[in-house]
């Protein structure tokens, strides 16, 4: 009984492909036995659509594709479908497919409109773009066909053909404009032939505007929802802060009436047009905002989402905009779709009150509980962004991700929470006792040791610069006891740690090297060298009574990869230097070559066509490249030819890269190079230019210019540029030159150099021992008072500050957690070798705005004073 059940719902399950293809000889009897073909084409679509295509070999295919043309010469409608199903899906698979245009040709001339229009639709297919000029006359004519299935069918193909002859296709303008004009009763022609003229018109902007505010003129002539959808995408492209206010006003008037549309779908495209266009105004925002939360409100799941969605992304960009929905996402924030109860707990989270939010997270333990871990990890995100906005309320955050901790859940979403839990004991400095009692009580029964490390490092690292720290210690010596190697081996680096940050307490430090003893017959390897390294290292300070500075250097964090330690240590090994290895160097550098990997690995992102290595073929005893700076654009992203920037600075020489891309279909560009001309009188010496031989359509290469500055000098800049270049007209689709070269230059925007160029940002950790070093050691140093009276607030200033010297905030520094005062602590290395730190008092008031007491040391009094001379 049950077999026979399978066999009605499967009937195909148990088929033999090569007995199918076998069978497919009944497609050369005669005459035709429709039935028996039709069974055997649906056989032998399924074995494709199962995977069979991979299998089958490209004879067996194209002997099956004739094979089928045979069954051209039955009439029956419903086997001439499955034909063309079928001829679509082998013509991937098949050789000399070509030869079957004919039949297509003749069913797309036929009084048929199931044969024309399936013709059409299969044609792309079959054909090349060589061979649609011998066919364009039968499409346009089906394009203005009065059936619509035939017409639709058309502009299907013709969106096909788009791809293969752009050229081509943007003649059939006339033809597309009388099928989707808005006198046409077929709404989805219209559609079609829309979407067709709006990809045309896609490339010119002007034309795309035009045709856009044409159609929302004539709004009520639009039939379907589809095209209003359509017409609010593209018409979003136009919208910028340079449109002319009428066409402006012309777009938002049409927005609004689709706002009031009898198809939900038009309503949310409206609303979802309306707050994503910048700039937009915030009356009418509201309006949009009170349509949607209606939609919250709807017992369709799939509206609640959609509109949620809309609402989220709001507000990211303005919480504020969002406040009347908070009613709304209180209860969505309990709805039975999880993914719309995250969006509305991670949206609340933005834009709630305090009261909400007290309300709302200690229920989100339950709301979470059956979550997939993924949605869990986005709303501990959102949790952990909302302690540093009302850092007030943190013993809410810590209780919540210690509940998160102690339930069951997968690595990833265990790491993420822990992170969180991290990161606002770090944010919110009265946090620190409540949380590291919770990390004491979380680390007794955890279940990966992968993270339990973390967290006993962490509790070293925090609880021994807490009051009694000797609490703590009991929590770290029970891992040491209870664990694994290797989480025992970071035990002792824990216990270590409390001696370091307390060597005036005799009584830690007794207590520490007790333990570790313990550790010196451990069974792991790996436990004992650390716990002998760190009993002498102690031992000694017993017997001396004073930690030695050189010394503490080695218990640090150091911000650097194995790899790059590797690469300063070979570096040293190569030079000709007699100096003794300096460690502190050491690390410094290392530290300069993981934040230049970076900037490489960024750059080669986001420009796909240059190897940093090419320099060296162009560029030879430049020295070493200290630093590579951010890709700077030099024309707007629609212009005919984009450029951007990218200087590498060497000891002597800063080399500029100009990355061009040609845009022209029909130009080709020879001698490609940039003239740079200075401002004003500047220390920079053009030494070496290398022009681009020959840029051809969406290609993208570089041209460079190298200048040469004195040493133990800093100049600054700036520079016009002007791209040069000789264009020639070519064949679009050939590539073949049919003109002759042109002299021809394009304006691009100036370059600046400024004294952040010189600057490689390097974050050092712990600033103010590095401070007190340098301070101790009588390093040169320069100190001023600056006002800026238009900065509006210290936040503001603390990110201008940082752009502009390109030094990096440190400790956290680069966040301002009073409004009135602030310290920010800055550090980086200047041409590659001298570090430079920077301490900035800054207070705001309202009538004075922001005054900035500067102190700057470095090596050289020479680099100080050129930063201290750039704020002016």
């Known amino acids: ?384 962004d909302l302690c540093v906005q009302i850092p007030a309320e943190y013993p809410l955050y810590i209780n919540f991700f210690s509940q998160c901790l102690r339930k069951r859940g997968k690595f990833e979403y265990k790491k993420t929470v822990m992170n969180a839990l991290i990161y606002v004991i770090k944010m919110i400095p009265d946090s620190k006792e409540l949380g590291m009692k919770n990390i004491c009580e979380i680390i007794e029964d955890f279940e990966y040791d992968q993270l339990i490390v973390i967290l006993i490092s962490f509790l070293g690292e925090e609880g021994s610069k807490l009051p009694n720290p000797e609490r703590f210690i009991k929590f770290i010596y029970n891992r040491l006891v209870l664990d694994k190697g290797f989480v025992r081996s970071v035990a002792v680096n824990a216990l270590s740690k409390f001696v370091i940050n307390n060597p005036s307490d005799p009584l830690i430090s007794k207590k520490i090297l007790f333990i570790i003893s313990q550790a010196l017959n451990d069974s792991d390897d790996e436990v004992r060298d650390r716990a002998t390294f760190y009993s002498s290292f102690f031992n000694d300070f017993f017997k001396s009574n004073h930690l030695d500075q050189n010394s503490l250097f080695y218990f640090q964090k150091v911000e650097c990869s194995l790899d790059s330690l590797e690469s300063t240590l070979l570096e040293y090994k190569n030079s000709l230097v007699d100096s003794p290895l300096d460690i502190k160097a050491l690390f410094k550098r290392g530290a300069e070559i993981d934040e230049m990997q970076k900037r490489i690995i960024l750059q080669q992102q986001e420009s796909k066509s240059f190897n940093i290595n090419e320099l060296d073929k162009h560029f030879k005893d430049l020295g070493r490249l200290y630093k590579i700076s951010d890709i700077q654009p030099l024309t707007e992203k629609e212009t005919e030819y984009i450029v951007k920037c990218v200087k590498y600075l060497f000891p002597n020489h800063i080399i500029f890269r100009f990355e061009c891309t040609n845009t022209l279909k029909d130009v080709v560009l020879e001698n490609v190079q940039i003239r740079m001309e200075k401002r004003e009188e500047n220390e920079f010496i053009a030494k070496k230019t290398i022009p681009i031989p020959k840029l051809k359509f969406n290609k993208t290469k570089s041209a460079f210019i190298c200048y040469e500055f004195p040493s133990k000098s800093f100049p600054s800049g700036s520079f016009t540029n002007t791209l040069l270049f000789e264009s020639k007209e070519c064949d679009p689709t050939t590539g073949e030159i049919i003109g002759e070269s042109i002299q021809d230059e394009y304006q691009l925007e100036d370059l600046t150099i400024t004294i952040s160029d010189y600057i490689l940002k390097t974050e050092i950790p712990n600033f103010n021992h590095n401070w007190k070093i340098m301070k101790e050691s009588k390093i040169p140093k320069v100190t001023q008072v600056i006002q800026f009276s238009s900065m509006k607030n210290l936040q503001d200033a603390v990110g201008t500050i940082c752009d502009f010297l390109g030094l990096a905030p440190c400790d956290g520094t680069d966040v301002v957690k009073s409004q009135n005062s602030h310290i920010l602590l800055l550090s980086g290395t200047f041409l590659g070798d001298s570090l430079v730190l920077a301490k900035l008092g800054m207070k705001y008031s309202k009538n004075d705005g922001v005054s900035i007491h500067v102190v700057i040391q470095s090596e050289s009094d020479l680099i100080c004073k050129a930063i201290l001379g750039s704020f002016f």
């Open 1 to 384: 009984m049950q077999q026979n059940q399978i066999k009605k719902t499967k009937p195909f399950l148990h088929l033999d492909p090569s007995k199918v293809i076998q069978d497919a000889e009944i497609f050369q009897e005669y005459p035709i036995q429709t039935k028996k073909c039709l069974s055997q084409v649906t056989k032998i679509l399924y074995i494709l659509s199962q995977g069979y295509s991979t299998k089958i070999t490209k004879k067996e295919a194209t002997r099956l594709f004739f094979a089928v043309t045979k069954l051209f010469e039955s009439n029956d409608v419903v086997l001439r479908r499955f034909v063309y199903l079928l001829i679509s899906e082998l013509a991937k698979l098949s050789e000399d497919v070509i030869i079957v245009t004919q039949s297509l040709s003749k069913d797309m001339n036929s009084t048929s409109a199931v044969f024309r229009a399936n013709g059409l639709r299969t044609l792309p297919r079959i054909i090349d773009q060589t061979m649609i000029p011998h066919l364009e006359r039968y499409i346009k004519q089906a394009i203005v066909d009065k059936n619509p299935y035939v017409a639709s069918s058309a502009l299907i193909a013709g969106h096909h053909f788009y791809k293969m002859s752009p050229s081509l296709i943007k003649k059939w303008v006339n033809e597309l404009l009388s099928a989707g004009s808005l006198n046409s009763t077929s709404s989805i022609v219209q559609y079609l032939s829309l979407g067709l003229i709006i990809r045309i018109k896609s490339e010119d902007k002007l034309a795309l505007t035009k045709f856009v505010s044409v159609m929302t003129r004539r709004k009520e002539k639009i039939l379907s929802p589809y095209s209003h959808c359509l017409i609010m995408r593209f018409g979003k492209q136009i919208i910028t802060p340079e449109t002319n206010p009428k066409i402006k006003e012309l777009f938002f008037d049409y927005c609004y009436s689709c706002l009031k549309y009898k198809n939900e779908m038009v309503i949310l495209e409206a609303a979802k047009t309306i707050c994503s266009i910048p700039n937009t105004p915030k009356a009418t925002i509201a309006l949009a905002v009170s349509v949607l939360q209606l939609f919250l409100n709807s017992q369709r799941a799939i509206l609640r989402f959609a509109s949620m969605k809309i609402i989220a992304d709001l507000g990211k960009k303005d919480p504020t905009l969002i406040s009347s929905c908070n009613e709304n996402l209180e209860v969505l924030a309990k709805d039975k779709h999880k993914t719309i109860s995250t969006l509305a707990i991670t949206t609340l989270m933005k834009s709630g009150s305090i009261s909400q939010i007290r309300s709302l997270v200690p229920e989100l333990i339950n709301i979470t509980f059956t979550m997939d871990d993924n949605l869990k990890i986005t709303i501990i995100e959102a949790l952990r």
